[in-house]
């Protein structure tokens, strides 16, 4: 019990990262729609997604290798190895990236942004890239030494970093979109220097290990795949939706990509009380009963939190940004049940881990993934932004149905599906109703006033269905635990 009580301690410290994080960037949101159009918006859209993509080339996937070496050779001398090997490499191919960038700068502009005034953001990405996932190194290295304060603070700092240093350059040196770029590559360069500081005794240059560095990149490659798969699912949408409709609406989609991934922290919260529990009951008789109500109170929650998205959309967009923003409603009702949907497979995954078996897992996201890609171009033609992101709506479903399938086939779960189906059936009837009345309200506190009286009906009428089958495997599941 006390390793579970370590564990459950750990991730709620763990947890404040991602909260951070998203606060920071959930502030920045009406000071940036205010100072900015959503074309500019767009424009950051798409060089925060080029920085995205040209991280995961950067890391490589090394962070999974360097916590593989880290165990397998637990000497302090081998360990310094491992983790200045890293460094070396993240570095190295960071400054290539950069140099190329830089080189490239009116080319990309001209590409990508299609405003060839704007190529000194990419001479900011370059600088950015640069120091960017040195942190990353540091964070790790903290969480493998089992301090989780270390790395929640650096982490912290680089995030405030970020925040405070774009707010200065955008609203008091008035840089403009430059400020904001600006200011991620002092957050990330203030906390690489904390990092390599903090890590003065860790780092070497004589530790570097090119035979070392080698198997780890073979171990890393697959996962790099991966991590592609994730980020064209999520951030490759920005290219989509700026090549085949307008680069304003891009801005439009990213800043509802941004209000929805709030969303995000209470499914964290969720998975964090989640997993202890699972580690606690993996090989007790209840633990499938439990694992079922489990995924489908993910699923009912989900889909709860989803609906509260749509129906505050909109009032939520005239409070927070400009209202030249409040266009993105239906971008944000969508990405909001993409959030809540693309959970479920990280509940599913106990299942998974329980065997050892990752494959299927891997092979539903890649499938989801090919679902998205092919979907894009064609629903973002017809329907806009909108159809962007119902394909990767789609594209989450895919994951979702396939990782279910699969992990049935595991390690069966007992999911009631007849009760789940009652559950889309509320859902669907609340968003009815909504589109409904939707037209008969204009006002902002009216608007407010319906979405609080829906959301608290659907919420009632779940909780009837679910309330019995949650009690029930809750009683079951304190008595395994105890005994676990």
């Known amino acids: 019990m006390s390793i579970i009580r370590r564990l459950l301690g750990d991730a709620v410290v763990y947890s404040l990262t991602p909260l951070l994080s998203s606060l920071v960037g959930f502030v920045l949101v009406p000071i940036y729609t205010r100072t900015f159009t959503p074309s500019d918006y767009g424009a950051l859209a798409l060089v925060n997604t080029t920085t995205a993509l040209a991280s995961i080339f950067v890391v490589f996937g090394l962070d999974n290798s360097s916590a593989v070496w880290f165990w397998e050779h637990p000497e302090p001398a081998e360990r310094h190895r491992t983790f200045s090997s890293w460094l070396a490499f993240t570095t190295v191919f960071s400054f290539l990236l950069a140099g190329v960038a830089i080189l490239l700068r009116h080319p990309l502009s001209h590409w990508i942004l299609r405003e060839d005034k704007l190529s000194r953001l990419w001479v900011l990405f370059a600088v950015n890239l640069v120091a960017l996932n040195v942190p990353r190194i540091g964070i790790l290295w903290f969480r493998m030494k089992r301090s989780p304060w270390p790395a929640v603070l650096l982490a912290g700092l680089t995030s405030i970093g970020t925040g405070v240093c774009g707010v200065f350059f955008v609203v008091h040196l008035k840089l403009g979109l430059a400020g904001v770029i600006a200011g991620q590559a002092a957050g990330a360069w203030v906390g690489s220097i904390v990092t390599l500081l903090a890590l003065r005794g860790v780092f070497s240059v004589r530790a570097i290990d090119v035979s070392r560095l080698a198997p780890m990149l073979r171990l890393s490659a697959p996962l790099v795949l991966m991590t592609n798969l994730s980020w064209m699912m999520g951030g490759a949408v920005s290219y989509f939706v700026s090549f085949i409709c307008s680069r304003e609406d891009a801005g439009l989609y990213q800043v509802a990509n941004s209000l929805a991934s709030v969303l995000g922290l209470l499914m964290f919260a969720f998975d964090q009380a989640w997993a202890p529990l699972a580690l606690s009951i993996r090989d007790v008789p209840v633990a499938r009963r439990v694992y079922g109500v489990t995924v489908e109170a993910a699923f009912v929650l989900g889909l709860l939190l989803a609906f509260t998205a749509t129906v505050f959309a909109k009032p939520a967009l005239m409070v927070i940004t400009h209202p030249q923003y409040v266009r993105g409603q239906w971008v944000l009702a969508l990405l909001s049940l993409n959030t809540a949907?693309?959970?479920?497979?990280?509940?599913?995954?106990?299942?998974?881990?329980?065997?050892?078996?990752?494959?299927?897992?891997?092979?539903?996201?890649?499938?989801?993934?090919?679902?998205?890609?092919?979907?894009?171009p064609l629903l973002a033609k017809t329907l806009g932004k909108e159809g962007a992101a119902l394909a990767v709506v789609v594209g989450t479903i895919t994951i979702v149905t396939l990782s279910f399938r699969a992990s049935q086939r595991v390690f069966p779960i007992e999911v009631h599906v007849r009760r789940a189906g009652v559950a889309i059936v509320l859902t669907t009837a609340a968003v009815t109703i909504f589109l409904l009345l939707r037209t008969f309200v204009s006002s902002l506190g009216g608007m407010i006033g319906q979405g609080i009286v829906l959301v608290l009906c659907l919420a009632a009428a779940l909780s009837v269905v679910y309330r019995a089958p949650l009690k029930a495997a809750w009683l079951e599941a304190r008595p395994a635990r105890g005994s676990a």
């Open 341 to 376: 949907l693309i959970n479920i497979p990280s509940v599913l995954s106990v299942t998974f881990a329980r065997e050892k078996v990752t494959m299927p897992l891997a092979k539903a996201t890649a499938a989801g993934a090919a679902v998205t890609v092919i979907l894009l």
